[in-house]
C-alpha cells in the first residue's frame, strides 16, 4: 500500500513539472506583479536592449518558470512606444515576436520610424515593452539611432485609399543585406499607418482601419521591384507573411525602386509611382576607396 502511495505521488510531481516546462497558452496583461507571476522574461543581452535604429531591429529574448527551467511554445507581445519631449506619444510598426524554442528564445522585432536625438537634440523617450501572460512586463528603453549606409524607410499613399481625407500612409522598411557581386536579395517589411498608434502589416485577406469609415479590405497586393526605375519589366516580390515580402534583383549597384499596389491601386510619392532606396553618399566613397 505504501509502495502504491509514493508512486501515485510520484507520477503527480511529474505530471506537473511537465506542465510548467511546457508553459500554459500565450497573451499579454502587462498588469502581473512579482508575486503572481511563474515566467520570468529577460534580454539574451542585455547591452541589446540599450541600441536600436530606424527600421529593423531584434531584439532577442529569454523565457524561463520560476525554477529557471526553459518555457517553450509561447509568443510574447511586443509594444514599443515613443514618448515625445513635445507631450504626446506614438507606436511604431513591428511584426510582433517569434514563438519561443526549446531553449526559450523568441526574436521580437521592431520597425523604429523615428531616432531618439535629431542634430543633437532629443526628441524623446523610447520604451519597449514585452508581454506575457503569468510574466512580469519585460521593459527597456533602447537609444535608437540614424542609419548611416543606405535608405531604410520611405512612404508611397494611397490616391483613393484614404484615411479621413488624408491620403493612406503605407511604410516601406529595406532590411536587405548588402549585394553580392551586382546580386541581392531584397527584403521589405510594409505596414500601413491607420493612426499613431496602429502600424498592421500590410497582407492580403486582412482588413485595414475596421471598424472605422475608412475600412479597407486587402484583397490584392503587388510589390515590384527593379534597379531601373523606367524598365519595362520589374521582378515580383514574394511574401513570407506578416508584411514581409522578398526578391531577387540583379545588376544592383547603389539604387533599387519598389513599386506597390493594393487592391489594383497604385501607391504613390508625389508624382511618381514608386519609392527609392539608395546607398549614402558617405558608404559609396568607402566602396569605391576599397
Not at 54 to 83: C, F, H, Q, R
Not at 124 to 148: C, H, K, Q, R, Y
Not at 168 to 185: H, V
Not at 201 to 221: F, P, R, Y
Request: proline share 2%.
Amino acid at each position: 500500500m505504501l509502495l502504491k502511495t509514493l508512486a501515485q505521488i510520484s507520477i503527480l510531481t511529474m505530471a506537473s513539472t511537465l506542465v510548467i516546462g511546457c508553459g500554459g497558452s500565450g497573451g499579454s496583461n502587462g498588469n502581473n506583479s512579482a508575486s503572481d507571476t511563474k515566467y520570468n522574461l529577460s534580454l539574451i543581452s542585455a547591452e541589446e536592449g540599450k541600441t536600436g535604429v530606424i527600421g529593423k531591429t531584434v531584439y532577442s529574448i529569454n523565457l524561463k518558470d520560476d525554477d529557471g527551467i526553459a518555457v517553450y511554445g509561447e509568443i510574447p507581445t511586443l509594444k514599443p512606444m515613443m514618448a515625445m519631449n513635445a507631450g504626446y506619444s506614438h507606436s511604431s510598426p513591428h511584426s510582433g515576436c517569434t514563438e519561443t524554442n526549446n531553449a526559450g528564445n523568441s526574436d521580437c522585432t521592431v520597425y523604429f520610424i523615428m531616432a531618439s536625438a535629431m542634430n543633437g537634440e532629443s526628441m524623446g523617450t523610447w520604451t519597449v515593452d514585452i508581454e506575457l501572460e503569468d510574466a512580469e512586463t519585460l521593459s527597456f528603453n533602447p537609444d535608437v539611432t540614424m542609419p548611416m549606409n543606405e535608405t531604410v524607410r520611405v512612404n508611397l499613399k494611397g490616391v483613393d485609399d484614404k484615411v479621413g481625407d488624408t491620403p493612406r500612409i503605407y511604410n516601406i522598411f529595406n532590411s536587405s543585406a548588402i549585394a553580392n557581386n551586382g546580386n541581392r536579395t531584397i527584403e521589405l517589411f510594409i505596414s500601413s499607418k491607420e493612426t499613431g498608434m496602429s502600424f498592421p502589416a500590410l497582407a492580403t485577406n486582412t482588413t485595414l482601419s475596421e471598424g472605422t469609415d475608412d475600412v479597407l479590405s486587402v484583397d490584392s497586393v503587388e510589390v515590384l521591384v527593379s534597379t531601373d526605375k523606367d524598365a519595362t519589366t520589374w521582378t515580383t516580390a514574394s511574401t513570407t507573411g506578416k508584411g514581409v515580402w522578398t526578391a531577387n534583383i540583379e545588376n544592383y549597384t547603389d539604387t533599387f525602386y519598389v513599386k506597390l499596389s493594393v487592391n489594383s491601386e497604385t501607391k504613390m510619392s508625389g508624382e511618381f509611382d514608386y519609392a527609392t532606396f539608395k546607398k549614402s553618399e558617405g558608404m559609396m566613397m568607402g566602396m569605391a576607396a576599397k
